[in-house]
């Protein structure tokens, strides 16, 4: 605000905004918003994490280990199951367990969709924890679920 002095000494007051720190503050935000808007833009990415089965451990009879081979059918702890027939065993499986942990193993080559459909009919019969069971290269199969490869 200014005060401007006229020819008769009576002061009057100027109601003019100082518009310097307004623009200061939205050159700021400009800068900051033309760093962020590509990194938003881009997305969230993230390399997931590698590792190696050093522990070679063997299947315990008590283990619940569901298996997808390669034309979709399931196997509940290497038995041919029917799909209606996986949600009520697995359901009767996981109640009288304090344990909820459903090892998982599925074809490489399997559509992810039917994947996804054995984790979340697991899911809803009880499980609480899914584990994934992985081959090395160059080893014995983990887990033989229904023929040859």
Same mark, same amino acid.
């Given at each position: 605000?200014?005060?401007?002095?006229?020819?008769?000494?009576? %002061?009057?007051?100027?109601?003019?905004?100082?518009?310097?720190?307004?623009? !200061? *503050?939205?050159?700021?935000?400009?800068?900051? =918003?033309?760093?962020?808007?590509?990194?938003?833009?881009?997305? =969230?990415?993230?390399?997931?994490?590698?590792?190696?089965? @050093?522990?070679?451990?063997?299947?315990?009879? !008590?283990?619940?280990?569901?298996?997808?081979?390669?034309?979709?059918?399931? =196997?509940?702890?290497?038995?041919? *199951?029917? !799909?209606?027939?996986?949600?009520?065993?697995?359901?009767?499986?996981?109640?009288?367990?304090? !344990?909820?942990? @459903?090892? =998982?193993?599925?074809?490489?080559?399997?559509?992810?969709?039917?994947?996804?459909?054995?984790?979340? %009919?697991?899911?809803?019969?009880?499980?609480?924890?899914?584990?994934?069971? %992985?081959?090395?290269?160059?080893?014995?199969?983990?887990?033989?679920?229904?023929?040859?490869?």
């Amino acid at each position: 605000m200014g005060m401007a002095v006229g020819n008769s000494g009576q %002061t009057s007051v100027r109601s003019e905004p100082n518009v310097v720190p307004m623009i !200061d *503050i939205m050159l700021v935000l400009l800068i900051i =918003f033309m760093i962020v808007t590509p990194l938003l833009a881009a997305g =969230f990415r993230a390399e997931m994490p590698k590792g190696k089965n @050093l522990e070679s451990a063997a299947e315990k009879d !008590d283990e619940v280990i569901l298996g997808i081979d390669h034309a979709g059918r399931y =196997f509940l702890n290497t038995r041919p *199951i029917a !799909d209606e027939q996986l949600e009520d065993q697995l359901r009767a499986m996981y109640a009288g367990r304090e !344990d909820k942990i @459903l090892y =998982f193993k599925a074809d490489s080559k399997l559509k992810y969709g039917r994947v996804q459909e054995g984790i979340e %009919t697991a899911r809803r019969a009880g499980a609480r924890v899914i584990a994934s069971i %992985t081959e090395s290269n160059g080893e014995q199969p983990l887990l033989d679920i229904g023929g040859k490869k």
